[in-house]
């Protein structure tokens, strides 16, 4: 414990709330009454009419450092929660991207064009150069997330490469040796490179390129990934997400010794600078410890408030080891709509706003006020009981007293203890109500941010999937076997198995489809009754995948039942394959079928993990596109009080804990508990 103006505090909370300011603003109001109350105990001694208040004064006494310390304790909390929220969106988003990263890698490592390059000779080399570097600048066009594409031969010598700006013909990084022995799917390093000189640190990607039998590299292949562009992408969506465009927090990524990798303010938070890891939630995902976790840092002549997260894994994949990073200026860290920071769509909703039943229902919530906090309302209504106790036997003790000038002088004080205690009445009040009110949009904000994760990994996630229909519709051997007037048993036994290995990478697909110009199938990753070669195709899909002009296009179906997924809601992707040397001839298409269910559902649980509630994707009208709950399946109705208010276009619907906010988020009843939605 601390003193603290004094009043007695938690030590953590002492050098924190000269920068709360209604807490602060509580502190004084109360501080003020304790004087009064002091002087009043006093006089009723010297009234000698048996005015006594000396417990009020003590009860008051001891409940003031309790309500200071638990609004200062939810203040912290509430700005611990959005610094969690957004160094959790900043380094999820970024390790989901990843994640594809690591299948791209595989994939093209497996191209044979790649793998006639890297084994020919120097003049065969010279003379197909141009025409390898355009067929990875058609891959780039359809995936932007790379700034270079290097191929390598096994002693480090360059053989092609996108980026021409870098004059490197050789690679004496140990990492080229470490990448061509490893036998995982994929190897990823991130550091300086003689490849890339002057670049600064690069994030890459390499896989070995195996000669035809697959037992002997003849190359290695390196994607480059565009890091710092990605990284502008997400802290650009997070200011975008705040009220105010930006607010005063500025949001990094960090390695593994705490060094900053990328930051949304370079000149506060400069790359290369060291914060440390110091403020770390207990465990990914845990938000309840977020109180606990932010931390005073001193950086830059200036104290922050900071909080470190690390990554969510996906599919088994955490990413190269890096924390997602917030932190605000101390003395902005606590700041209210009203104040200058952050609107807060939940300022001005307190549980007296809400129906009595809601109130009620709310108060006796054990996840969101704990018996502690519980318990300062009935402690504050028995002084307001005391005091009316004293002051009624004061005035019956008065009424058997003969007038003169000592019972006029106990009247004055009478007056004056009530009129105090409606004071005190009012300050405990606006306190607690302030407490109720921070606990509320806490929650509020929690749920938000949650629902603003879930739909932004799901368009991410979607983005990914059209552009890898774009990108194996560019593989030579479909683009071959289509344009050919017949495909035959060994011809389409190499197709299947081209299809199998990526479907091996990427995990997220029901099937892979190869279909020839009249909508035929020719070859699929995974046979069933409705997807086998020689199956005629008729979707509408398939038709707009044909007629496809732009090189670059890809078409969708609507979220709906296929055959081709068992008869369940998913949506499939396709492109055209077009013949070699003419991108203007569409000889076929290749569909991709999402493995919905399970891809969504593993979204949603990912982004509402640790928050006691559920979440759901619905489309306008209320139809379920996916949710955490085995009781909503796709395809079902939301229920009404669930359904965002005014819902125009897909939304997550985030429902963590009760509580609500009139300006948009706000409690419903539902199955006999209150969610925030």
């Not at 208040?53 to 310390?69: D, K």
């Not at 710092?228 to 802290?235: L, V, Y």
Request: hydrophobic letters at 45%.
């Amino acid at each position: 414990m601390a003193q603290y103006k004094g009043v007695q505090v938690s030590g953590e909370l002492a050098g924190l709330l000269r920068h709360m300011d209604e807490v602060d603003e509580h502190r004084e109001a109360l501080q003020m009454l304790q004087g009064a109350w002091d002087n009043l105990s006093m006089l009723g001694e010297l009234s000698g009419m048996g005015v006594q208040i000396g417990g009020v004064r003590s009860a008051f006494g001891q409940l003031t450092p309790r309500l200071l310390n638990h609004l200062g304790e939810q203040a912290l909390r509430k700005a611990g929660l959005a610094l969690q929220a957004q160094g959790h969106v900043a380094i999820d988003i970024l390790v989901r991207n990843l994640f594809e990263r690591t299948a791209d890698i595989g994939f093209l490592a497996t191209d044979h064009e790649l793998r006639r390059h890297a084994e020919a000779d120097e003049e065969q080399r010279r003379s197909g150069q141009a025409a390898l570097i355009e067929r990875l600048r058609e891959y780039r066009r359809n995936y932007s997330v790379y700034d270079d594409v290097v191929l390598l031969a096994p002693d480090g010598s360059v053989l092609a490469r996108l980026d021409q700006r870098f004059g490197a013909a050789h690679s004496r990084d140990a990492w080229v040796g470490e990448a061509l022995a490893c036998r995982q799917p994929y190897f990823e390093r991130y550091g300086a490179t003689d490849l890339r000189p002057g670049a600064g640190p690069s994030l890459i990607y390499a896989c070995p390129v195996l000669a035809a039998d697959g037992r002997r590299p003849v190359a290695l292949l390196a994607l480059c990934f565009d890091l710092a562009d990605e990284c502008r992408r997400i802290f650009a969506a997070l200011g975008a997400h705040h009220a105010d465009g930006a607010g005063w927090t500025v949001i990094a990524l960090l390695d593994a010794a705490g060094t900053v990798i990328a930051s949304s303010d370079a000149l506060q938070l400069p790359p290369g600078a060291g914060v440390g890891l110091g403020a770390l939630e207990a465990e990914p995902g845990d938000r309840a410890g977020a109180a606990g976790g932010a931390r005073v840092l001193r950086f830059g002549g200036r104290r922050w408030l900071a909080l470190s997260c690390a990554a969510q894994p996906y599919q088994g994949y955490a990413g190269p080891g890096w924390y997602g990073h917030a932190m605000v200026p101390l003395e902005h860290a606590f700041e209210s709509a009203t104040d200058g920071g952050a609107p807060d769509e939940a300022d001005g909703c307190s549980l007296q706003q809400l129906p009595a039943p809601v109130q009620a229902a709310l108060m006796a919530s054990p996840q969101l006020f704990s018996e502690a906090l519980r318990d300062i309302a009935p402690s504050a209504g028995g002084i307001e009981a005391e005091l009316k106790r004293t002051v009624w036997n004061g005035n019956v003790a008065l009424g058997a007293q003969p007038p003169g000038r000592d019972a006029q002088f106990s009247r004055a004080l009478l007056r004056e203890i009530g009129r105090t205690g409606a004071r005190t009445r009012d300050v405990f009040t606006r306190a607690i109500a302030n407490m109720n009110r921070t606990v509320v949009s806490a929650m509020v904000e929690d749920s938000r941010a949650r629902a603003a994760l879930a739909i932004d990994i799901m368009d991410r996630n979607l983005y990914e999937r059209a552009n890898d229909c774009r990108w194996w519709a560019l593989t030579p051997l479909f683009r071959e076997a289509l344009a050919a007037p017949a495909i035959d048993a060994a011809m389409q036994t190499a197709l299947t198995g081209v299809l199998k290995t990526i479907h091996g990478l990427y995990t997220v697909y029901a099937n892979l489809l190869l279909f020839d110009r009249q909508g035929k199938v020719v070859a699929v990753s995974r046979a069933d009754a409705e997807a086998e070669p020689g199956r005629l195709l008729g979707q509408d899909w398939v038709r707009q995948c044909l007629a496809l002009a732009d090189p670059h296009a890809y078409g969708v179906s609507p979220y709906e039942p296929s055959a081709l997924y068992g008869g369940e809601l998913t949506c499939i992707y396709a492109a055209a394959v077009r013949a070699p040397g003419d991108a203007r001839r569409v000889v076929g298409g290749i569909a991709i079928v999402f493995d919905a269910g399970p891809q969504f559902q593993a979204m949603l649980v990912d982004s509402v993990a640790g928050g006691g509630g559920f979440g759901a994707f619905v489309e306008p009208g209320g139809r379920v596109v996916a949710s955490s709950r085995a009781d909503l399946p796709p395809g079902s109705l939301l229920p009404a009080e669930l359904l965002p208010a005014g819902a125009a276009e897909p939304a997550a619907v985030g429902a963590v804990a009760p509580t609500g906010s009139p300006a948009g988020a706000r409690v419903v009843s539902f199955e006999q508990q209150l969610y925030a939605l």
